[in-house]
């Protein structure tokens, strides 16, 4: 198991039975923007190689750990914040596309889009920003189905949206313009457990829900 440990500015692997995490990368405590440092980050991406990928949001990029590496190679730099298409503003959720090597999903937290992007490229190469015709307010964790839609939890939107594979307009399915209970107040995490129940995390009511696969 990885945990992203934000106060700390570390990521850890923690054994399988074990309570006694090593840290795999930044250095706890020493926030930064060097290669080996990493500054308030959020989620974490793992590949069948074991080398991490994490969304580094104070410094606004995303960074690769290779296996046992002791230093982070940046493949996404959101210079330093901002809005256009090249910039990143606090990256939150990370998944990698099944089946490549290279392009990951990103939420922008703080520029209310998700967003693919190719390492290395300079822009992104999809944004979805908006809901049933609202914009997306501060989205936090993303995740994707077994037919490739993208789901996403919209924090301050209080809802989670899922938009279909080769799309890039979302609609609602759970919270603030639905009829689904309970009523969401700020959903901060959501995943898929093996049979694709989704599950939905709510930081004002502090409580999980389970929606059961129809």
């Known amino acids: 198991m990885y945990v992203v440990d934000a106060g700390n500015n570390r990521v850890q692997r ?91 999903y990103l939420s922008d937290q703080n520029k209310d889009r998700a967003q693919i992007w190719t390492f290395g490229a300079g822009t992104a190469n999809k944004t979805w920003s908006t809901a049933n015709g609202t914009n997306l307010n501060q989205p936090t964790q993303i995740a994707l189905d077994p037919y490739g839609n993208l789901y996403v939890a919209d924090m301050k939107g209080k809802r989670v949206v899922m938009t279909c594979a080769n799309s890039t307009t979302g609609i609602v399915i759970l919270g603030t313009g639905t009829s689904s209970t309970p009523t969401l107040k700020q959903v901060g995490g959501i995943a898929f457990d093996s049979n694709f129940n989704l599950y939905v995390s709510d930081m004002i009511l502090n409580q999980v829900y389970k929606y059961t696969r129809l």
């Open 14 to 104: 923690y054994p399988p039975n074990s309570n006694d995490g090593t840290t795999v990368a930044g250095i706890a405590g020493g926030g930064g923007s060097a290669t080996n440092k990493l500054n308030k980050p959020s989620d974490v991406a793992v590949d069948d190689a074991f080398n991490i990928f994490i969304s580094d949001s104070g410094n606004h990029r995303v960074v690769e750990w290779i296996f046992n590496a002791t230093n982070g190679i940046v493949l996404i730099d959101g210079s330093a914040g901002g809005a256009a298409a090249g910039q990143l503003d606090n990256p939150c959720g990370i998944l990698l596309i099944n089946g490549s090597s290279n392009q990951v």
